[in-house]
Structures are given as C-alpha cells and as structure tokens.
C-alpha cells in the first residue's frame, strides 16, 4: 500500500520518521539509526529514521494480511530443474570447481489485494506462528523495499570493533535428521566466513566459539556457528560488508566459483532473499544484520500487480541426494507459505 508510513521493525524496537535514504554503506558509520536491505544481486538500501522506540511486534489482527491463496504459489525452479541443478552441482564438485554450492527458487503469488497490502501484518502473523531471532520488518515502498523477514540466521552483529557472524549449514526436522554431510557441510562454511572475516580483522583476531551447535526452530532444527573477529584499526561498514557479501552460508565455497555456478542455474533473482536485513545504530556502534532467508518481499513491478515473493534452498555438496535437497527446500518452505496464505491458522496449527 504506497501511501503506509516508512517503519522499521526489529528485536523489540519500531522505528519511524524516515529522514534519509541513502544506498553508501559508510553512511553506517555516521549518526542514526539505520534499517538496512541488502539484496542478494548487490543493491543496498539504507534508510535513516527519527523516532526509534520500544515496541512490541503487535498482535495479528484479523484480515488485516490478505495473503494469497495457498495453491497459488509458483517457484522459479520446478522440481524436475531443482534436482537436475543439484546434479550438475555434484559435476562441478567432481570437477574440482567448487566444495559446495547454495542451489535456491524463487516462489511467487499474485496478492488479492495489493493496495491492502502490509508488510507490517504479516510481520505480526509471522511473530506468532514462526518465531525467529532475527524477525524484523522494512516497509520503504516509495524505495521498493517491502521486506517480512523470519530469519534464524545471523550475517553481522557489531558491537565497537567486535564482529560476530552466525552461519547456519546442517537442517532436518530433528537432530536425529542431520547427517554427516551437514556437518561437514557446517565446517566447510565455517572456514569460508573465516576468511571472510579474515580479510577486515586484526590479525590472529578471527576465532570459532561455537561449532555445530544444535538449534531448534518452529518445525526443523539447524546446524549453527558461531565466528568471532576484531575490525581492523580502519575498516568500518563499508569494508566489512565488501569482505563478506553476499552471505557465504547462501552461496558455497569457494565463494567466487559459486557465485559464478549459481548465476547459471538459478533462473530468477533473489532479491532480499539470501541478502543482508537488519539495522545499525551508528551513535552505539551497534548493528546487527540477519541472512535474508526465510524472508517474504512485495514486488509490485510486475505486469500482473503486486506479487509476495518468498525465496527457499539448500546447501549441495558432493554427498547431496536431489530428491532429498528438494524436500529439504520443501520444508523450508511449508509452514511460512502456510502463514502467508493463511492456512496455517486456518488449520489450528498455531503452535
């Protein structure tokens, strides 16, 4: 809806008042309070806000999100390209051109009425029925960032020179699910943000606190890490998020030969999904930015009107099964289209 206010939500605070837009990512270490949407392709938006308050994410009101029907969702990969994409992964690894690679899909749905159309509501519905650590709301649509995000994974937290990143590699429904491949799948991108990392930090700075720990979500259980570091005397935001963009979690390693694997295989863009979503507060020094996963956004440049859009993947690696990585996306995906087509509730699966 284009004439709601410009809000920010995250980890019990609303912010409004936008004052500035801005896509320079050293305006993150100046003065304010920042919301910041990264998409997967490189495209920045930062948005500076005047009033930023406690706030608790309100209670879902009832047909207050109008989401699309639930048979209406399309993905960008069917399941007959997803798995062939995972084979020609496997050739790739054979290959010796990469270790590991993120294959995703796009799902899209018309909405059924796009001038009603509110992030913030679905961010509310979200809360209740998948809640996340890093579940936040962007609601720029004069800058076309319409962004709910439900995202368990941290890309960046900042606190003064201290760095943290989050990656998470390894999901099944329980622990009992995750096999061998998911934890060497964990460290192989653990390695990877390391390096990351590496390349902004002080020397010898850079350590792994936390390997392969077991995190349970609503649903499915993840694999996650933790890598630690200290910024380098001059670097700041700008050069921090050069070093470790796009998230490495979402991409595969080596990065470069992913990225390149990816882009041939992928048949629609990512968009936030798979980007960098969260806020700075550059008077503390403070920020901290979620992987753009388990993430629904509006796109309203398309012919047909406005469409929510919700992105799903998997890690694939040389011991990957492609009917396996499909189900897994399949997983992914199940209970937050629920949520966004209101069948969820519909269901009385409001756990």
């Known amino acids: 809806m284009h004439d709601l206010a410009p809000l920010a939500r995250f980890g019990g605070l609303v912010a409004s008042d936008l004052r500035d837009v801005t896509s320079d990512p050293a305006a ?8 910041v949407a990264a998409d997967f392709e490189g495209r ?12 608790p994410v309100p209670v879902p009101v009832p047909g207050a999100w109008r989401g699309p029907a639930p048979d209406d969702w399309t993905s960008s990969l069917d399941r007959a390209a997803y798995t062939a994409g995972v084979r020609r992964i496997r050739e790739h690894i054979a ?29 509310a519905l979200l809360a209740r029925d998948n809640p996340a650590p890093y579940a ?15 995202s368990p994974e941290l890309f960046l937290r900042r606190d003064g ?16 699910d995750l096999l061998e491949k998911d ?6 991108i653990v390695d990877l943000v390391r390096n990351d990392l590496g390349r902004v930090c002080a020397t010898g700075s850079v350590t792994v606190p936390e390997l392969c720990t077991v995190e349970e979500h609503p649903g499915l259980v993840h694999l996650v890490s933790t ?10 935001w700008p050069e921090l998020l050069a070093a470790a963009f796009p998230p490495g979690s979402v991409t595969g390693a080596p990065k470069s030969s992913a990225l390149k694997i990816i882009e041939a295989l992928e048949t629609a863009p990512r968009g936030p999904y798979c980007g960098g979503i969260g806020w700075v507060d550059a008077e503390r020094g403070t920020g901290e930015l979620a992987v753009g996963i388990r993430t629904f956004w509006i796109d309203r440049t398309t012919p047909a009107g406005a469409v929510l859009r919700f992105g799903t993947g998997a890690g694939i690696t040389w011991g990957s099964d492609p009917e396996r990585e499909w189900d897994e996306t399949e997983l992914k995906a199940s209970r937050l289209l629920a949520v966004a087509s209101g069948a969820y509730e519909a269901s009385g699966r409001t756990a």
């Open 227 to 236: 890598v630690r570091g200290e910024l380098a005397r001059r670097a700041g």
């Open 28 to 35: 993150l270490d100046s003065t304010g309070f920042w919301a």
């Open 44 to 55: 920045l938006v930062c948005a500076r806000f005047g009033d930023v308050r406690p706030e």
């Open 95 to 123: 290959a010796g051109e990469v270790y590991q690679a993120n294959l995703c899909r796009v799902l899209s749905a018309p909405l059924p009425d796009p001038a009603a159309a509110d992030v913030d509501a679905l961010t």
């Open 136 to 150: 936040g709301t962007i609601r720029l649509p004069a800058h076309g960032v319409e962004i709910a995000t439900a």
């Open 183 to 188: 934890h060497a799948e964990n460290v192989m």
């Open 161 to 176: 020179r201290v760095v943290e990143s989050g990656p998470i590699k390894g999901t099944g429904r329980t622990a009992d």
